[in-house]
């Protein structure tokens, strides 16, 4: 089994170190907050990548829907070249339309302004009409290197089931679960040839937003993904 890649959230630069020392291989920034669910403001992101070599991808998303304005889509394209100005290696994005289909046009349009830059869709898949659908969509663009979800707009505990029945050897690799992972999802994701995982309020001690990211809680996570795939570090 190939290795597994684990994509830690982090809202501020004291975060990155927990992350980093745990064995974290990707970091996942978004502005500070309960759920860091919008875009970061570009100092914060600079100040995260001066802490870590690790590949930083970085949330655009500037309202707490799941569409944006032309108004919004300047400021995206202006926030991701800040990022990646900034020493971020990617941007973390998604658009969902009227229909609540994947906005293909806007993902499409964006990548198209970002050249050669690597990304990943959000959970807006989770509030998408028919996510088979949504899957076979966003397969087809470029670039994508995960899709993270948790199979409900609910979360894992309530949509776990339903995303591993989503799993294919077509898009095992792109699949990463997060909102609500647990420990006892990730044999069978891992099983199922999942490998990727998101974690957020699991490596903050007290589940608490409050806290910031712990090396022993990463590590834990680490040693049990490694173990289940075969992995040694």
């Known amino acids: 089994m190939p290795g597994v890649v684990l994509e830690v959230a982090v809202s501020d630069p004291r975060d990155?170190?927990?992350?980093?020392?745990?064995?974290?291989?990707?970091?996942?920034?978004?502005?500070?907050?309960?759920?860091c669910a919008l875009s970061p403001e570009p100092a914060l992101v600079s100040a995260i990548c001066r802490e870590s070599d690790l590949p930083v991808f970085v949330l655009l998303r500037l309202n707490?829907?799941?569409?944006?304005?032309?108004?919004?889509?300047a400021r995206l394209i202006g926030l991701g070249e800040d990022y990646l100005a900034c020493g971020a290696a990617g941007v973390s994005f998604g658009f969902l339309d009227a229909d609540l289909?994947?906005?293909?046009?806007?993902?499409?349009?964006?990548?198209g302004r970002l050249?050669?830059?690597?990304?990943?869709?959000?959970?807006?898949?989770?509030?998408?009409l028919d996510p088979r659908r949504s899957?076979?969509?966003?397969?087809?663009?470029?670039?994508?290197?995960?899709?993270r979800s948790a199979g409900s707009p609910r979360g894992m505990e309530s949509g776990f089931e339903d995303l591993l029945a989503l799993v294919t050897p077509e898009l095992a690799p792109l699949m990463m679960p997060g909102g609500g992972l647990a420990a006892e999802h990730v044999p069978?994701?891992?099983?199922?040839?999942?490998?990727?995982?998101?974690?957020?309020d699991q490596v903050r001690?007290?589940?608490?937003?409050?806290?910031?990211?712990?090396?022993?809680?990463?590590?834990?996570?680490?040693?049990?993904?490694d173990d289940l795939s075969g992995e040694s570090r």
């Open 16 to 35: 990155v170190a927990g992350a980093a020392e745990g064995g974290a291989d990707r970091l996942h920034v978004g502005a500070p907050g309960p759920t």
């Open 64 to 73: 707490d829907s799941w569409s944006t304005t032309g108004g919004e889509f």
């Open 101 to 111: 289909e994947i906005d293909t046009e806007t993902c499409s349009m964006l990548l």
């Open 115 to 128: 050249p050669q830059v690597p990304w990943t869709f959000h959970r807006a898949i989770d509030s998408s």
């Open 135 to 147: 899957w076979r969509r966003l397969v087809q663009l470029p670039r994508l290197l995960a899709v």
């Open 188 to 200: 069978w994701l891992l099983d199922a040839g999942v490998r990727q995982l998101h974690l957020g």
């Open 205 to 225: 001690p007290g589940g608490s937003a409050k806290a910031y990211v712990d090396a022993g809680y990463v590590r834990s996570w680490r040693s049990m993904a």
